[in-house]
């Protein structure tokens, strides 16, 4: 396994020489074919799919297991959109982001370059190795993918199709290399590959996510939890905070950026917390507050220290009433993730001081702490999001799948 | 041990988050401090110096080690003027680097924030105590210092009197650290800290910078060699070539910019080698190379396949006469480490070209590898020269040491 292994490093490598040079028209055309091979390709890719699924129902892998696996029609239509959006962003690659000139005249610059090789190591879901692709491809990197072992059929047929693609284009086919085995060796041979791969991504639960930083000899880029809080200030537009704080919660609750902590102004509290949380009883969310939330919500669960720091990804909210700002950022830092967490308020220094002490990768101002997503803040798409500071905080588009490299331009200037 | 290097790393934590919002004045503040303190405490730092050079005299470390330890009245002096440049440096923190505004009217933006706590793991020579400080204090982060065991008395006696400025300036002390023990299971420790060190930085031999890459949970940011090249092209100006090759070679020939192999394009190597050759035996260059500068170069030993990848670090060079550009980016993608590549032409699209090709943390036209340096580039000051490609590529000044955090100001966004 290891030579095997070895050997897709050293090809990911030779293709990422001729994918860092190659022109934006290429690139772009590679993928707009891969969007329409995936077209073309329905009934083989569903052939594949099939197969997985039909496993996963014999090993009684669980109903969200197999939606999870499953391509239908509207899966596919995603993955084919996904292409086509990415194949049409600015390619990053080559940008002078900022020059400068030197008392020597000397002029120093940085220009965006891609990272080199990426490795994707994810679970279940096979649009995973379409969209993870595309971003990489786009970025100018090579891209080794190892999929969960549920997807294998369905997974090896994709990157299939995005090889072919490639090609066509005139770009190398190793630029999307697939791991082609289920064996779990095969992972840690390449978590070891530290000299072909130049960072790790893994995309999936907390057990994968630690696993492979545990075993990465490359630089991983990870997400861990999303404890989100939304703080409602003193004389905030209580009915935009009731708004804010559904959306936050009940519009997709199992995801990294809902809402998991409510923290509320005492001099707002009364006001606002019977009627919020009438509202979320509606939605069917359940309450865990506070002694003073529970004072003003009847009912309401006595949280406990286990709540503060939770994750919940379910229809379950923890409350507290703080008696400032201050209060609501010492809890945040303490029990947060810094993930995302918003502020609602109407205080311009209030909302401009919360804007610069918290420091989580997403900080709001009268918004749902929902729009933490690539797509939603306009980098077109993402890759995930990092919870780490290092190269990247926050959802990872195209740009964070780049670095930047120095240019200077003389004319015989010597060091002294 | 294990507790008081977990203890240090939760003071640094607690330091960390009151730094992050430290206003600009503050750190100013307490740099120029820093600055008289040095000045005022001559005779204390002289003292403590003392003392580890008379210990290494004893263990008989040698001359070169030695010198290195020497806190002399010039190093001193460096200390103090790095100290007033980077308290007049720009403050990194607070800065939005950009702002876009979504179709919902959601306006989104990248703000600069500190990375957090930073560990710096160095060896003898007692100045990265302060230059690193300084950096790490003015992008607004805690720092623990691990000195080499060397310059044990001489680092305690800087980092006090860097505390103690802290302190004056109404700045969490804690801000620096540094660990009292030469105790290397504290190393260890520390490299083990991932809950509280964000990231790493090795400072030293390549010895040194392995074991930290190896043991650290957290991510590193580090520098291993560099075998830097000059490519002299067709129709160069040779004059500026001879002066550019002689200065990228002797200037410093001990340092990591320093050129290492010289590349020479056939159509000008039998006018430019062996008066080049000429200039560099008078400046003591050991010249190795290929069978084509063996032939204009009389007396040139044989490179093997060993000299091409080599960081001679010396007054060594090794020279191949290569085809054209191409062939010398392929040896230099080959052989190189990715560090300084330079280029010398005339020509204005192989200029454009090999500034985009060549993937090495600065790309020269036209000027002397040896300007690969935080200072000579313009970023103030350096706290290293990063070879791997996330976070930051080449000189890492205080903009590398922060990182940038997602906000958006709404006014009721919801997710649909």
Redesign the interface.
Known sequence: MRDEILEMGRKARAAS?LM??ANSDQKREALEKMASALELERDSIGAANLKDVEQAERNELGKAKIDRLIVSERVLEEMIEGLKEVSMLPDPV?EITRM?T?PNG?Q?GK?R?P??VIGIVYESRPNVTVDAAALCIKAGNAVILRGGSEAFHSNIRLAGILRESLKQAGLPQDAVQFVETTDRQAVLDLLGLEEYV??MIPRGGEDLIRFVAKHARM?V?KHYKGVCHVYVDSGA?LE?AQ??CL?AKV?RPATCNAMETLLVHEAVAESFLPAMAEEFRRSGVELRGCPRTRALVPNCAAATEEDWPAEYLDLVLAVRVVENMDEAILHI?RYGSQHTEAIVTENFER?RQF???V??????????T???DGF???LGAEIGIST????A???MGVEELT?????????????G
């Open positions: 020489h860092a040079t080559g400068w030197r000397l120093v220009m370059i990272l080199g130049d960072v630089p880029l537009d935009m708004k804010i959306n519009q830092t909302a804007v610069r002490q420091q989580s990768s997403l900080v709001l101002v009268n918004a749902s929902r729009f933490n939603q803040l306009g780490s500071r290092l190269h905080f926050g959802p670095t930047t490299k120095f240019i200077a331009f003389g004319n015989g200037q010597l060091r």
